[in-house]
């Protein structure tokens, strides 16, 4: 049985929305892109609050993160979802234009499985997309997620 969790993407600006989601389209993944547009609504989605209470169980296969998001920033949904025991394990790529030495600095110190420059070409930034796409929804082996409840 294949466990097919969605693909969380992170992502503010529309162009690059648009490209990231064509991409993973074209890798024919059969996994739901589900789209959080600011911080807040991924945090939303992650804790199942808000417009996602009612969404099923689960966690994503991978959150693609922007790191630049209105609300609540990359950054900062990378620390909450890290320093949380029942959702530490799952893996948060920085999908992002910054180059800057200090924001690949800070996402690993947070914990970030991996970070990623969007390339400004759009047959590199494809291939790109769809080599994420490929390693974390198919190739990738999460660890077991805790049992809820009944002591540790």
């Known amino acids: 049985m294949s466990d097919l969790r969605p693909i969380l993407l992170v992502e503010d600006s529309p162009k690059d929305l648009e490209l990231t989601v064509a991409a993973l389209e074209?890798?024919?993944?059969?996994?739901?892109?589900?789209?959080?547009?600011?911080?807040?609504?991924?945090?939303?989605y992650?804790?199942?609050?808000?417009?996602?209470?009612?969404?099923?169980?689960?966690?994503?296969?991978?959150?693609?993160?922007d790191l630049?998001?209105?609300?609540?920033?990359?950054?900062?949904?990378l620390k909450r979802v890290k320093h949380d025991s029942d959702l530490r394990h799952v893996p948060i790529v920085m999908l992002t234009s910054s180059r800057e030495e200090q924001d690949l600095v800070a996402s690993y110190e947070l914990g970030v499985n991996a970070f990623v420059v969007k390339p400004v070409e759009f047959s590199e930034f494809f291939k790109a997309i769809r080599d994420l796409g490929v390693f974390w929804a198919i190739l990738n082996e999460p660890p077991p997620r805790?049992?809820?409840g009944g002591g540790q």
């Open 26 to 44: 074209k890798c024919q993944l059969v996994n739901e892109v589900v789209v959080a547009r600011d911080g807040e609504e991924a945090l939303d």
């Open 68 to 77: 630049k998001l209105p609300k609540i920033d990359g950054l900062e949904v």
């Open 146 to 148: 805790r049992q809820q």
């Open 46 to 65: 992650l804790y199942r609050k808000g417009p996602y209470a009612d969404r099923e169980e689960g966690d994503p296969t991978v959150v693609l993160l």
